[in-house]
């Protein structure tokens, strides 16, 4: 499974690419607005930033709702770098958008899905990614998870080559859940990535394993 780190917070996109385990970034508006990224240019210069410093894929949202608008917007974040994969919406705009941006061989992430029936169509016009809110979902007392089995089983059943990312993942937990249910992708806050490393017993055994081999070297 792949991890995105979903922020676009500079420093902590630098820790996980400096953990060597990082394959993508997402962001999205809200997230641009917590840096405090505003202006056309400035939120361009933002997604540059981020593009070179990960190998991987970088998310970046377009904000008209219109086709024509989305499609233009799309272009322009597309044409930014190589690695740039443009979000849109899982709106009946949106999927027209992500027909015509994938024909035109550029890559696209349909966001705010939180149906198995948004993400087939988002599929059929040929996203590369699809992402599932699940965080969202949990909030509203709707099984978040429940959603990643379904849609990767419909994605096998039917050999779509659209990846599954899981999105909205709040907490380690969700992304262990991921992994079970075949997520190609999970986004995630850092936190819940540095989690994984998180074991009493790997604590505890490097204590001992430390302290054995002081008494017979000092
Ligand atoms: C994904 O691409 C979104 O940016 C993100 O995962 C949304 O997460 P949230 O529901 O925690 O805001």
Avoid: W
Avoid at 16 to 29: F, K, Y
């Amino acid at each position: 499974m792949k991890f995105f780190i979903d922020t676009a917070n500079l420093d902590q996109i630098r820790e996980a690419q400096d953990l060597g385990i990082l394959d993508g970034v997402t962001t999205n508006p809200s997230l641009m607005a917590k840096e405090g990224i505003k202006g056309d240019e400035n939120v361009k210069n933002h997604y540059k930033a981020i593009c070179d410093i990960v190998d991987g894929d970088v998310s970046a949202e377009v904000i008209a709702t219109d086709y024509e608008g989305m499609i233009k917007e799309g272009e322009i974040l597309a044409a930014l770098h190589p690695q740039i994969v443009v979000k849109v919406p899982a709106t009946r705009n949106g999927i027209k958008s992500i027909k015509y941006l994938s024909t035109k061989g550029i890559r696209t992430n349909c966001t705010l899905v939180f149906s198995v029936g948004q993400a087939l169509l988002a599929a059929k016009a040929g996203a590369t990614y699809v992402s599932p809110f699940i965080g969202r979902l949990d909030d509203t007392a709707t099984d978040g998870i429940d959603l990643i089995y379904k849609i990767a089983d419909m994605f096998s059943s039917y050999n779509f080559d659209t990846q599954l990312l899981a999105a909205s993942v709040r907490h380690t937990m969700h992304i262990i859940q991921c992994v079970e249910a075949g997520a190609d992708v999970a986004t995630c806050p850092l936190d819940a990535i540095l989690g994984l490393l998180n074991h009493p017993l790997t604590d505890i055994g490097l204590e001992k394993f430390l302290s054995d081999h002081k008494k017979l070297n000092s």
